[in-house]
């Protein structure tokens, strides 16, 4: 049985954003994923100046794609919104693998299947024993499933429901563009290029109500993808995934014992844009600092909202959400 201090569940933005910290300090941490890495993750790769500064990357000295939109092109209903902004994108493929690789932590491929609490400790699979874990294996995580799942049950009104692709197109246009609320959407569409000939197309929005609006995400998509056709993206091809998460509800315990959840895992994707890469980040540290420090493990620096906070903030998470399971701010 192979024994560390702390045991990391998932290698995506959440999980190796504390491997980094834990490392950093010197910590006896491993972090088991189930893919290898590089792996693909369904992501529009969109990262604000909020995950640069918490990560500290030179963006001078990132070796991947990696583009700035000093623009944003709002779409809602017909009214067409162009905004002075500063956001990057990245390609999440290259990005994770990046963040991981510099966390410097050790790295086990494994799927993790069983969890048992034994001595103040936790075992996985018989095979890994730690005194610290962090469940940070994104909406499937393990960890949340057989520690939290009881005390945080997931609100079905704020999970997502995505399709996307990205694909190697010579675009033209540098801008992201978004379209919100189109055909009665609840959630958005999305054109974000990358550096280098790259472009991720996507579609989003909540899964309940799309399921009850009559109109599918797959008939969203195509009236999308007409629409790119005839202007931004001609004559590109598209095979699109999906993938679901949640926004970030009530979450009440973060921490129970000496396990904790950050990410996709606690359902932290913000209410008005469903950003889920930022929270991630500031979980993942905060989790880490935790263990380092004792300090409380707290939600309240991990931001449910994309916009600021202000009335845009509140318009667009009404929404989304329509309100639901309103965001309690969780401390452990
Ligand atoms: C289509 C789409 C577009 C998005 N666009 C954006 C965007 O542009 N910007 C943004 O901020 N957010 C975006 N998001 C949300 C964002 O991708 C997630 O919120 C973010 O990846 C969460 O990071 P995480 O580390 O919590 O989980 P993940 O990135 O999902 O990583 C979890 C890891 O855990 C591993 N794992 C899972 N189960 C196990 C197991 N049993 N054993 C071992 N390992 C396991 C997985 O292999 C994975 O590597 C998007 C999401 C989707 C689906």
């Known amino acids: ?6 045991l990391i569940v998932g290698a995506g933005p959440a999980g190796s954003s504390a491997a980094w910290r834990l490392a950093r300090a010197g910590c006896d941490v491993l972090v088991l994923d189930q893919a290898r890495f590089p792996r693909l993750k369904l992501c529009a ?12 990357i030179d963006i ?41 690789e510099r966390s410097g932590a050790p790295v086990v491929q494994h799927s993790v299947r069983e ?19 962090i469940g940070a ?3 499937r995580c393990p960890v949340y499933r057989t520690l939290f799942r009881a005390l945080n049950p997931r609100a079905t009104e704020l999970q997502t429901v995505t399709l996307e692709h990205e694909i190697e197109y010579d675009w033209r246009d540098p801008d992201c563009h978004l379209w919100f609320f189109e055909h009665g959407l609840p959630g958005y569409a999305w054109y974000v290029p990358k550096q280098d000939g790259w472009l991720n197309v996507g579609i989003g929005g909540m899964a309940e109500r799309i399921k009850r609006s009559g109109m599918s995400i797959h008939e969203h998509w195509a009236r999308l993808t007409h629409k790119l056709d005839r202007n931004l993206a001609r004559g590109a091809h598209y095979e699109p995934s999906g993938y679901s998460y949640y926004l970030r509800g009530r979450v009440d315990v973060v921490r129970r014992g000496n396990a904790f959840i950050a990410g996709d895992a606690a359902g932290l ?10 929270p991630g980040v500031r979980s993942g540290l905060a989790a880490a600092e935790s263990i380092l420090t004792g ?20 318009l667009f998470d009404w929404a989304m959400t329509r309100g639901a399971g309103r965001a309690a701010p969780a401390l452990a």
């Open 115 to 133: 969890i048992r609490e034994e001595q103040g400790g936790y075992v996985i699979d018989d095979a890994f024993r730690a005194r610290y874990l």
């Open 295 to 314: 300090a409380p493990y707290r939600l309240e620096t991990v931001t449910g909202s994309s916009l600021g906070g202000g009335w845009p903030s509140r």
């Open 1 to 6: 049985m192979r024994s560390c201090e702390v």
């Open 269 to 278: 994707a913000t209410r008005d844009m469903a950003e889920g890469i930022g």
């Open 45 to 56: 790769g969109w990262i604000t100046p909020e995950v640069v500064r918490d990560l500290e």
């Open 60 to 100: 001078d000295a990132y070796p991947h794609r990696f583009l700035t939109f000093e623009r944003m092109h709002l779409h809602v209903k017909g009214l067409h919104l162009p905004i002075r902004c500063v956001q990057h994108s990245i390609r999440r493929v290259e990005f994770d693998a990046w963040l991981l």
């Open 137 to 139: 294996g994104g909406t």
